[in-house]
């Protein structure tokens, strides 16, 4: 399921085959989908799927039943949690490659530089998609 079922989310499918992938654009700013006149912008292709990646680390897996329980990504497990931030580091990079991994237009996710600042948790993360690479901070 999507926020925008107009738009169908990256299904499991032979990568081979996928066709152009059509999403929200994002204001990354903001960190909302992007708005005009009323209607969502609409991109493809590198773009729509930086948007999809942005909104699965933005949404909580499991807590919104609109969503199937593969999209969304566990980082609100960790708050709160009594582990080391260098465990807590480590199970986020964790838990967002394998958010990121659920859309088989992406082929690979690294979190490049991960840190607390106080207790903001900010990520960089290099994706390699099927349209090339793109890197996203969260």
């Known amino acids: 399921m999507n926020l925008f079922p107009m738009f169908a989310a990256p299904a499991a499918s032979q990568r081979a085959d996928l066709p ?43 807590r919104w039943p609109i969503f199937d329980w593969s999209y969304g990504c566990e980082l609100e497990a960790l708050v709160g949690q009594p582990y080391t931030a260098d465990a807590k580091l480590s199970e986020a990079e964790r838990s967002v490659t394998e958010a990121l991994l659920v859309s088989p237009y992406i082929r690979e996710a690294r979190v490049r530089d991960k840190r607390f600042e106080g207790s903001t948790l900010h990520m960089q993360v290099a994706l390699s998609t099927v349209y090339g690479k793109e890197t996203i901070y969260v």
């Open 20 to 62: 152009l992938y059509t999403d929200v654009a994002m204001d990354y700013d903001a960190m909302e989908p992007r708005w005009e006149s009323g209607e969502p912008v609409i991109v493809t292709g590198l773009e729509a799927v930086k948007s999809w990646a942005v909104r699965a680390i933005l949404t909580a897996r499991y």
